[in-house]
C-alpha cells in the first residue's frame, strides 16, 4: 500500500497549488514556441503587471524567482565587500547573498515594531527588510517604512513575498521614494513556486541597474506564459489570501490554549516558539506526515523556532491534534 505524501509546511506555499494557470499556458503554447528563446512574453507580463498596479511598464523587472532578482540588487545597489542593514531574526537569503559578494548583512533584533532609529544610523549601503518578515511573520506599517524611508536616502530592498496575505503593501511610498525597491513573487499567493518568477517594482532607473546585470533569457517561455496566465486569473489568488486568512484566524488561538508560544503574524506561516526540544517534535511531526520547518537558533533570541506554514482545514487540524499530543 503506498503511504500518503508528506503535507510540506515548511515552504511557506499554499497549500493548493496554482495548476489551472499551468494547464492554461500549457494549452497556449506549442512545442516550436517552447523550443526558441523568450520572445515577447516578459515585456507583455511587465506591461500586465504594471498596468494593474497603476505603474508605468519601465517600473517593473522580472526576475528568475525573487531570489534572482534579491541577489542582483544585493550585486546593483551594493558596492564589492559592502554590507546591507536590516531585522534580525530574517529571511536566511540575505547574509548568503552578501555574503556572495564579499559583503555582510546586519541584522538589528526586532520583536514587532521595525527599530527606525537604529536602522536609519546605520552606515550600510542598503537597507534590507521583507515585510511580512520571514519567519516572524510580522508586517511593519506604512508609517514606519515611510519614517525610515525619510532618514536615509540609500536603497532600500523591501521583499513583498508575504504582502497578498498582509492586506497592504508599500506600493503607494514608490511615488514618493525613488530609492525604493519591492521585491515580489508568484511562488507564494499566486501558487506556482516551480515556475520561478519574481518581479521587482521601483523607479525606472533602478530597475534598468538589476536589468543590466541579468543574462538576456533567465525566465523560460512557459513560465512567463503561466505567470502570465496566473496574474489575469485574480481569483485563484483572492482565494488562496481568504483561506489562509481563515485559517491563521482559526490556528492560532488554538494553538495558544494548547500553551504553545506563538507570534500573531500577517503571512501564511506562525512562528511557535522558544520549544522545548524541537528536533525530536519536528521528528514526531514527520512521521505523522507533517513536514514543519525547524529554524537556526536567532542570534538575539533564546531557545529553539518551528516555522509552520498554514495549511487546509483538513491539514491544520492534523497539525493541532499532533501538536496537541505533546504539548509545551
Ligand atoms: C521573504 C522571502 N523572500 C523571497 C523568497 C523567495 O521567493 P522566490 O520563490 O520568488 O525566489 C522567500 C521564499 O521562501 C521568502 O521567504
Not at 65 to 83: H, I, T, W
Request: proline share 9%.
Amino acid at each position: 500500500m503506498r503511504s500518503s505524501p508528506t503535507v510540506r509546511l515548511d515552504l511557506n506555499t499554499v497549500p493548493r497549488l496554482n495548476t489551472g494557470a499551468l494547464d492554461a499556458a500549457w494549452r497556449a503554447s506549442p512545442p516550436d514556441v517552447l523550443a526558441q528563446y523568450p520572445g515577447p512574453e516578459e515585456r507583455a507580463l511587465k506591461r500586465a503587471i504594471a498596468g494593474r498596479l497603476g505603474l508605468r511598464a519601465g517600473m517593473v523587472g522580472i526576475g528568475h524567482g525573487s531570489d534572482e532578482l534579491l541577489d542582483l540588487a544585493v550585486r546593483a545597489l551594493v558596492p564589492y565587500g559592502g554590507s546591507a542593514v536590516g531585522i534580525e531574526p530574517s529571511f536566511s537569503m540575505y547574509p548568503r547573498c552578501l555574503e556572495a559578494h564579499g559583503g555582510r548583512f546586519v541584522g538589528i533584533p526586532c520583536r514587532r515594531r521595525l527599530p527606525v532609529d537604529q536602522l536609519a544610523r546605520s552606515p550600510a549601503d542598503l537597507t534590507l527588510l521583507a515585510s511580512p518578515n520571514n519567519p516572524t511573520g510580522t508586517a511593519f506599517s506604512l508609517g514606519s517604512l515611510e519614517r525610515l524611508l525619510q532618514r536615509t536616502d540609500r536603497p532600500m530592498l523591501l521583499d513583498e513575498a508575504y504582502a497578498e496575505f498582509a492586506g497592504h503593501d508599500a506600493i503607494p511610498l514608490l511615488a514618493d521614494y525613488p530609492q525604493l525597491l519591492i521585491l515580489r513573487t508568484f511562488s507564494k499567493a499566486y501558487g506556482l513556486p516551480g515556475i520561478r518568477v519574481g518581479y521587482a517594482l521601483g523607479r525606472p532607473a533602478l530597475i534598468r541597474r538589476l536589468e543590466r546585470l541579468r543574462g538576456p533569457y533567465s525566465v523560460s517561455t512557459f513560465s512567463l506564459r503561466a505567470a502570465r496566465a496566473a496574474w489575469d486569473a485574480p481569483e485563484y489568488c483572492r482565494d488562496r489570501i481568504r483561506e489562509a486568512r481563515t485559517e491563521r484566524r482559526w490556528l492560532f488561538p488554538r494553538l495558544r490554549a494548547q500553551g504553545w508560544p506563538v507570534a500573531p503574524s500577517s503571512a501564511n506561516f506562525l512562528l511557535l516558539g522558544p520549544v522545548a526540544s524541537a528536533a525530536p517534535l519536528a521528528e514526531r511531526l514527520e512521521a505523522a506526515g507533517l513536514r514543519v520547518r525547524r529554524l537556526p537558533p536567532f542570534p538575539s533570541r533564546p531557545g529553539e523556532h518551528l516555522r509552520v506554514t498554514l495549511g487546509t482545514r483538513e491539514q491544520n487540524l492534523r497539525l493541532l491534534a499532533e501538536l496537541g499530543e505533546h504539548r509545551p
